[in-house]
């Protein structure tokens, strides 16, 4: 299976990353209950859902690795949670920022028109709205 990086799911995988095709971390289904569960839309669906995903990550490093010591190798789940935490903080405040800079533009302006041909309207207005 090819993940298709034009779909939201797709790039969810991007962000937490979950590219390996053949060894993926969560199934389509999967990332599409995180896209379900977050709010908003475009961008801000997408890192939010992949916050909650890099989430359930940190919780299950943290649980099955703890930290293990053999004679050469040593892990630390806990530690690798606390990345992938910070890693979904980060998201959810990108998140928020392009949230507020869509409110910053959605909406309207209200411009000043006046009907040439009604009382107060300079004469001279007239003329180009006629000519």
Do not use: C, H
Not at 11 to 32: H, N, S
Not at 36 to 53: E, N, Y
Not at 60 to 83: C, H, N, P, W, Y
């Amino acid at each position: 299976m090819a993940i298709d990086y034009d779909t939201d799911v797709g790039r969810v995988r991007l962000l937490i990353p979950d590219v390996k095709e053949t060894d993926l971390l969560f199934t389509d289904v999967q990332i599409a209950a995180f896209l379900a569960m977050a709010r908003g839309s475009g961008t801000v669906l997408v890192k939010r859902a992949a916050a909650a995903a890099l989430e359930v990550v940190a919780s299950s490093e943290a649980m099955v690795f703890k930290v293990i010591r053999t004679q050469d190798l040593t892990t630390d789940g806990a530690k690798l949670s606390d990345a992938l935490l910070a890693r979904a903080a980060r998201l959810r405040q990108e998140a928020d920022d392009d949230e507020d800079n869509d409110a910053d533009d959605a909406g309207f302006d209200v411009l000043d028109f006046r009907d040439p041909y009604r009382r107060g309207f300079p004469a001279e207005a007239a003329e180009w709205v006629e000519g």
